[in-house]
């Protein structure tokens, strides 16, 4: 994994060499945007004008989420839509919609809102998780550094296939994840869903534990919770039909714009 810099959005992510289309840059590189990036955000001058959806509103949180059904459903966390008064879905083409809360659960960190206009795409969840290339994954979503990113990124991710196969509820990847992440959709090499990112791993709690420090495992929601979460609110997934050709990580990214969505919270 290295660090690239894009100049367009102003960002930084880790991922694989082939991935990277922009700069390599160093670890010091990387601690002086960040620096820089910090002072603009502390200094920044506040949007005057109103937003075309949420008015006058202010934006309090963003995470991500993405659409599961053809009457415009979408699943995200629950901890992402907290606490809000409205709710947007924004997409990479600039499409920005409100939407309502159908459902939320906070014991399983999931959320189901709906908007009132269709779906440009519908993820497809994969049909056997467990037969999974666990070392082509990705999470696409829009990750905050500082500020929300208006596109959204893809994080390449890796698990022992088995751990995919697992009845409990939570199951752990390796792969960046940082906050805005919540809600993005964990994807197989075929861009079908696996699970629902729900958060990075406590650091901290695991170095004063183990005296290791680890800062690339993610939690995700998994496929056998999030199906009882969508059937218990008559949500029918799509269920990809097998065999799924494998795609390129770019494939994947691309697949994925149909249907992943920024959420914003605003208050």
Request: hydrophobic share 40%; net charge neutral.
């Amino acid at each position: 994994m290295i660090a690239c810099y894009d100049a367009e959005r102003e960002i930084v992510t880790h991922t694989l060499p082939d991935l990277c289309r922009g700069e390599v840059i160093s670890a010091e590189r990387e601690a002086a945007l960040a620096a820089a990036r910090r002072l603009r955000i502390q200094s920044g001058v506040q949007e005057t004008t109103a937003d075309p959806v949420a008015g006058t509103r202010r934006l309090i949180g963003t995470g991500s989420g993405f659409y599961v059904g053809s009457g415009g459903e979408l699943l995200t966390n629950a901890h992402v839509v907290d606490h809000c008064g409205l709710f947007t879905a924004a997409s990479d083409d600039g499409d920005k919609l409100a939407l309502h809360l159908v459902a939320s659960d906070a014991r399983q960190d999931l959320a189901l809102l709906k908007a009132d206009a269709p779906p440009p795409g519908i993820a497809a969840f994969s049909a056997a998780p467990g037969r999974s290339d666990g070392a082509r994954l990705a999470v696409v979503g829009y990750p905050a550094y500082g500020l929300p990113t208006r596109l959204s990124t893809l994080s390449p991710a890796r698990i022992d296939p088995i751990r995919l196969a697992t009845a409990s509820d939570r199951v752990e990847f390796r792969g960046e994840v940082r906050h805005g992440n919540s809600g993005s959709p964990l994807l197989d090499e075929a861009g079908n869903v696996l699970g629902v990112v729900h958060a990075t791993i406590d650091t901290p709690k695991v170095f004063r534990a183990t005296h290791t420090l680890v800062t690339d495992i993610g939690v995700a929601i998994s496929w056998t919770a999030v199906m009882r979460f969508l059937a218990a609110h008559s949500v029918t997934p799509v269920i990809a039909a097998g065999p799924q050709r494998g795609l390129s990580l770019e494939e994947v990214h691309a697949k994925s714009r149909r249907f992943v969505v920024q959420i914003g919270c605003w208050q």
